[in-house]
Structure formats: structure tokens, C-alpha cells
């Protein structure tokens, strides 16, 4: 089981982890949501819990929820700017499907309890 970096992506996380120093990791998660059902969640932690599984790509600590890892296993997560727009863009092998505004995705065969 992995999560992957673009280059692009651990440059800018390192960025947000170098101004944050209290924050020890970049956490992966997915919630309910949209008109898919799943939509990704990401943010910095100070923590590791009990119930997360570790990862490093490229120098870069990453975290998610054991209770979630069957959904984004073997993501790509890349950083993308287009003109004044900058966003994570994620490249997951489990998805089978996407809403139509790219904000939330389908699974095949996989349940979670996120």
C-alpha cells in the first residue's frame, strides 16, 4: 500500500510544512460527500493517531485513516496551478467514476466506514 507525490506536490507541502513547523505530516482522507460519494480531504497534523496509517514520498510524512486507505491506495496526489488557480489534483487507481465538477468520485468493490 502507497500514497505517491508529484514533484510538484511535495514542493508545495514542504512549503506549507516549512511555515507551519508545529504541523508533522500531510494527512489523505476522503469524506461522504458530493453527487459520487467520495470526496478527498487533505490538511497538515501535528499528530499521528493510532488508527492512521504512515507513509513518506519525496521527504514528505503522510497520513491517512486506516478506516479510508482501501479508497485512495496507490493515489498520486499532484499540485496543479492554471493561470491564478492552484489545486491538489489526485490520481486514484480505485476510482471508477467522477461528478461531473471533478469534486467527488466512485468505487468498485471497496467499502469504508469514513
Not at 494527512?27 to 496509517?53: F, M, N, Q
Not at 471508477?96 to 471497496?110: A, H, I, R, Y
Request: glycine share 8%; proline share 4%; net charge negative.
Amino acid at each position: 500500500m502507497a500514497i505517491y507525490l508529484t514533484k510538484q506536490a511535495a514542493e508545495r507541502i514542504r512549503h506549507f510544512l516549512d511555515r507551519q513547523p508545529d504541523k508533522r505530516a500531510f494527512r489523505l482522507s476522503v469524506k461522504k460527500t458530493g453527487c459520487s460519494g467520495w470526496g478527498y480531504e487533505v490538511g497538515l497534523t501535528d499528530t499521528i493517531d493510532a488508527d492512521e496509517h504512515r507513509f513518506e514520498d519525496k521527504g514528505i510524512p503522510i497520513v491517512v485513516p486506516d478506516s479510508v486507505l482501501e479508497l485512495v491506495d496507490g493515489t498520486t496526489v499532484d499540485f496543479v496551478q492554471q493561470g491564478i488557480n492552484s489545486t491538489f489534483v489526485f490520481d486514484n487507481p480505485n476510482a471508477k467514476g467522477e461528478c461531473g465538477c471533478g469534486e467527488s468520485f466512485t468505487v468498485k468493490d471497496v467499502s469504508a466506514e469514513a
